[in-house]
């Protein structure tokens, strides 16, 4: 297993930024892939960035590309979202999951964490 705990959620202006992490534990961590996803509310969950277990490479939403970037730091079993440029529209619980192959866009994810607020004001 790969218990995940994300943390660096809270309250951010319009425009503004926060960095997300995501703590895991488990020897096999270096062979997971991570991604984000959020939840808004009254809507479905959405992907928002994944990267693979090497780091090499990344995937993004089309509504964060260029504004959001996923990383990690596989000697600290961390995975991060660097989120820039923060929107009223990125208000959501983000959470973080990690997963041993396929498609990381997609939601069959199989270890989530509990989640972490962000709420951006206008």
């Known amino acids: 297993q790969v218990p995940v705990v994300e943390s660096g959620g809270g309250l951010v202006q319009a425009g503004g930024s926060l960095r997300l992490s995501c703590a895991a534990s488990?020897?096999?961590?270096?062979?997971?892939?991570m991604g984000w996803f959020r939840q808004a509310p009254g809507k479905e969950r959405e992907f928002v960035a994944a990267?693979?277990?090497?780091?090499?490479?990344?995937y993004y939403a089309d509504s964060v590309k260029g504004r959001f970037t996923i990383s990690r730091d596989n000697a600290k079993n961390t995975v991060y979202l660097q989120m820039n440029s923060l929107k009223p529209e990125d208000t959501a619980v983000y959470y973080c999951?990690?997963?041993?192959?396929?498609?990381?866009?997609?939601?069959?994810?199989?270890?989530w964490g509990q989640g972490t607020q962000v709420t951006v004001s206008s």
């Open positions: 488990g020897r096999t961590f270096t062979t997971y892939s």
């Open positions: 999951a990690a997963r041993a192959g396929g498609r990381l866009w997609e939601e069959d994810y199989a270890y």
């Open positions: 990267i693979t277990w090497s780091g090499g490479s990344t």
